[in-house]
C-alpha cells in the first residue's frame, strides 16, 4: 500500500472516531450532566484530533514536493 492510500485511510479514521467521541460527548452531558476536561469522551476527541492532525501534516511534508 502507498503512503498516501495509508495516510488518508489513517486520518478518515482517525477523524470518525473524533466524530464517534463527540457523540460521545453529547450523551454524556446529557446523561451525567456538567463535566471536567478528564472526561473519558473528552480524551478521545482529544487523541482522535491529535492524531489526524499529525499525520495530515506528516501527509502534507512527504506529498509537497511533487
Same mark, same amino acid.
Given at each position: &500500500?502507498r503512503?498516501? #492510500?495509508? /495516510? @488518508?485511510?489513517?486520518?478518515?479514521?482517525?477523524l470518525?472516531?473524533g $466524530? #464517534?467521541? /463527540? &457523540?460521545?460527548? %453529547?450523551?454524556?452531558?446529557?446523561?451525567?450532566?456538567?463535566d471536567t !476536561?478528564?472526561? +473519558? +469522551?473528552? !480524551? &478521545? /476527541?482529544?487523541? @482522535? %484530533?491529535? $492524531?489526524?492532525?499529525? !499525520?495530515? %501534516?506528516?501527509?502534507w511534508? $512527504? #506529498?509537497?514536493e511533487?
Amino acid at each position: &500500500m502507498r503512503k498516501e #492510500t495509508f /495516510l @488518508a485511510r489513517a486520518v478518515i479514521i482517525s477523524l470518525c472516531a473524533g $466524530i #464517534t467521541g /463527540l &457523540m460521545w460527548d %453529547v450523551w454524556w452531558h446529557v446523561a451525567v450532566g456538567r463535566d471536567t !476536561f478528564w472526561e +473519558p +469522551p473528552h !480524551f &478521545m /476527541l482529544y487523541i @482522535a %484530533v491529535i $492524531i489526524a492532525v499529525c !499525520f495530515s %501534516v506528516y501527509g502534507w511534508h $512527504i #506529498t509537497r514536493e511533487k
